[in-house]
């Protein structure tokens, strides 16, 4: 997937666009710029916001990285919205496992020409009600262990701030501040020939869920909770938007969770 002069064209005459916006919207931090590889990699940030997107791509658009995300099909069919990704070859994801093979191929040619592509691993806005990441999926562990790829953790805070979780508003006032760290690529030797099969896929998942909750921890200065938040064991779909019994947005949506509140969310 060869940058096209097109997708060339339409990334600038997006981020003229996007990157003063964001920059009015938010003051950023950015830390450990220079852990992102030379080559290609898989970025795999947390996610607690609709807009942390626009907060990955600012940065990694600002290092000189193209930013490619794995992007739910369904958005690609949005009016103004679809064309963007589609001129900017994001890559859209099917919900069928034929579907999801061929999304995973596209990325690893993304990859192969030393592109950097985005894998949200938990697939959807984080259900935790504290914000922290929760369970994992497997894609972004097999596209590394298959093709040899760093995959590089990254964790942001502080745009839930903008716009919370499901919000329909955003909250400008006063600036916020969008700190984002990136970590060490993550150290998958411990898989090296194993057979990729469900019980090494979800060990390696864990260690990456890992790397980007320890981000997190540091820019939040707080203590994620001791078990990792499992939508299935809270009878929560797995993708899109949750509601609860009462009509509302699943979950909290701003603001570090305490102590307390972590304990009770672990099941402690």
């Known amino acids: 997937m060869k940058e096209s002069a097109k997708s060339h064209i339409t990334f600038v005459a997006v981020a003229g666009i996007v990157r ?43 290092q000189k990285r193209m930013p490619r995300f794995l992007a739910k099909a369904g958005l690609f069919k949005v009016p103004v919205l679809g064309f963007v990704l589609r001129a900017t070859k994001q890559v859209p994801v099917e919900r069928s496992t034929a579907g999801a093979n061929r999304a995973l191929q596209i990325a690893k040619e993304v990859v192969d020409e030393g592109g950097a592509i985005i894998i949200y691993p938990e697939g959807t806005l984080t259900r935790d009600p504290g914000l922290w990441p929760m369970k994992g999926h497997t894609g972004a562990a097999r596209m590394a262990l298959e093709g040899g790829i760093p995959v590089v ?39 090296a020939g194993r057979p990729l099969d469900k019980a090494t896929l979800t060990e390696a998942t864990n260690v990456i869920m890992e790397a980007i ?36 947005p699943g979950g909290s949506a701003t603001g570090p969770a305490t102590p307390e509140k972590n304990l009770r969310d672990s099941g402690e």
Not at 20 to 43: C, H, S, T, Y
Not at 223 to 241: E, F, I, K, M, Y
Request: hydrophobic fraction near 40%.
């Open 20 to 62: 003063p916006v964001m920059n009015l919207l938010m003051r950023k931090e950015w830390i450990g710029l220079e852990k992102l590889p030379a080559g290609g990699f898989i970025a795999a940030p947390n996610h607690c916001t609709e807009i942390d997107p626009l907060v990955v791509g600012h940065m990694l658009y600002n």
């Open 153 to 191: 953790p990254m964790a942001h805070w502080g745009a839930q701030e903008v716009l919370p979780r499901y919000a329909k508003r955003l909250h400008i006032f006063p600036r916020k501040t969008s700190r984002l760290v990136v970590g060490d690529p993550v150290d998958l030797s411990a898989f």
């Open 213 to 248: 909750t320890e981000l997190l921890a540091t820019l939040r200065g707080g203590q994620p909770p001791l078990v990792r938040w499992d939508p299935a064991a809270h009878n929560q779909s797995t993708h899109g938007r949750f509601m609860e019994q009462n009509g509302k």
